[in-house]
């Protein structure tokens, strides 16, 4: 099993930047790709940003420019700097860690997810 937890939630102003962190333990055999998704109330979740364990990243279109993620392959963090922060950015926002659990198996894991509002 890996565990995966999220903090650095909270609420910010219009404009304003915040910084969310995730960290991923258990056992596996390695953590390979991680990343952010945002679901916001009556909305299906959506992808954030990707990263792989060579810091390669993607991005939604909605967050080019504005959100970085970034990641501690030691620690198995991932974190997600975001700024020049809109109202339709609030959700809640959930931290996925892909984990080798053997030689043949991997699985998602996901977090618990930590509450962004971003006021007007």
């Known amino acids: 099993q890996v565990q995966v937890e999220e903090s650095g939630g909270g609420l910010v102003q219009a404009a304003g930047s915040l910084r969310l962190s995730c960290t991923a333990s258990g056992n596996a055999l390695r953590i390979k790709a991680m990343g952010w998704y945002r679901q916001a109330p009556g909305n299906q979740r959506e992808y954030v940003a990707l990263i792989d364990t060579e810091g390669r990243a993607v991005y939604a279109d909605s967050v080019k420019g504005r959100f970085t993620i970034s990641r501690d392959n030691a620690k198995n963090t991932v974190d997600l700097q975001m700024t020049l922060l809109k109202p339709e950015d609030t959700a809640v926002y959930y931290c996925?860690?892909?984990?080798?659990?053997?030689?043949?198996?991997?699985?998602?894991?996901w977090g618990q997810g930590t509450q962004v509002t971003v006021s007007s």
């Open positions: 996925k860690a892909n984990a080798q659990m053997s030689e043949w198996a991997s699985r998602d894991y």
